[in-house]
């Protein structure tokens, strides 16, 4: 049931873009979206209801295929601040669950 | 500050004994969220309520329970405490059961000795 999300990890120079994937074996009513540094709470990005659905807001936006059961996180012109551990939750159409990926750990460098 | 409350921060116990952890809601949220995260690891589902009832459950241990009360406060009560339940435990509240942005408190650190 737990999304898998690729890559584990990812580091990258400031400036520099990423993906960040994630997928399930099941039919997906939502995705969400979460940041999170060490030691705090992670901390919401986005939430994606439709399949096409796109949506964005400063440099970070996200996609969902529906049809794949996928979606994806694109952090363009990455910053510092951007560092941390990236979460997808998912909740299926068959059951009342949220539930997360293994993460993928993002490193930005100056 | 998202809204929701968690206490204690921390919380230091010995093994065998029993411990309470509290949650409250982001004001208007009906559903309440129990995480697990051991350390550099991702979140473990635990259990979800939705105005009072639960509504599903994870991987929850049997020493582990939980309920949500009236007042939508939530409770996790987690018993015969052994080192490996050392873990951050998040409270997420959303405003419906399912759909909507989950708002996470600052968790409670359980440290277990």
């Known amino acids: 049931q737990q999304p898998v999300q690729s890559p584990q990890a990812v580091i990258l120079r400031e400036g520099e873009d990423a993906v960040i994937n994630c997928s399930s074996s099941?039919?997906?009513?939502?995705v969400h979206w979460y940041r999170q540094k060490h030691g705090e709470a992670p901390v919401f990005l986005m939430i994606?209801?439709?399949g096409g659905e796109q949506k964005g807001h400063d440099k970070i936006s996200a996609s969902f295929n529906e049809k794949k059961q996928q979606s994806s996180l694109y952090l363009t012109a990455s910053q510092l601040s951007y560092s941390g551990t990236y979460f997808c939750?998912?909740?299926?159409?068959?059951?009342?669950?949220?539930?997360w990926g293994a993460g993928t750990k993002l490193i930005i460098k100056p | 500050d998202s809204g929701v409350t968690q206490t204690p921060k921390h919380l230091i116990t010995a093994t065998g004994q029993r411990v309470t952890l509290r949650c409250s809601p982001r004001?208007?949220?009906?559903?309440v969220y129990w995480y697990q995260q051991s350390l550099d690891q991702g979140l473990q589902f635990l259990i979800q309520?939705?105005?009072?009832?639960?509504?599903a459950k994870g991987n929850i241990l049997e020493r582990f329970s939980a309920q949500q009360f009236p007042d939508l406060h939530s409770e996790l009560n987690l018993s015969s405490l052994e080192l490996g339940d050392s873990a951050l435990y998040f409270c997420?509240?959303?405003?419906?059961?399912?759909?909507?942005?989950?708002?996470f408190g600052q968790g409670t650190r359980l440290t277990v000795v």
């Open positions: 997420a509240s959303s405003l419906t059961n399912r759909g909507t942005e989950a708002f």
């Open positions: 004001s208007g949220d009906l559903s």
């Open positions: 309520y939705y105005n009072g009832e639960e509504r």
């Open positions: 099941k039919a997906l009513y939502s």
């Open positions: 994606l209801l439709k």
């Open positions: 939750g998912t909740e299926t159409r068959d059951r009342y669950q949220l539930i």
